[in-house]
């Protein structure tokens, strides 16, 4: 193994921070690359049939009693 401990792996001669912090921002953009198409086609889908309710009883307000 390259490293001899985990204290070792984690600090990786002094540049430990940085490259779990490039790790970390990039796990990050990932995700939010994956994940905002999902939330925002949730969204679009309740705005649509939220609009298709209203429009589907107004609708049947105008028709009046039969």
């Known amino acids: 193994m390259y490293f001899d401990s985990v204290q070792s792996a984690l600090s990786m001669d002094g540049h430990g921070s940085f490259v779990w ?17 999902t939330l925002r086609r949730r ?7 939220t609009e298709l309710a209203r429009q589907e009883s107004g609708h049947a307000n105008r028709e009046g009693p039969r």
């Open 43 to 49: 969204r679009l889908l309740h705005r649509v049939a």
């Open 21 to 37: 912090v490039a790790y970390l921002v990039t796990l990050l953009i990932v995700s939010a690359i994956l994940l905002l198409p």
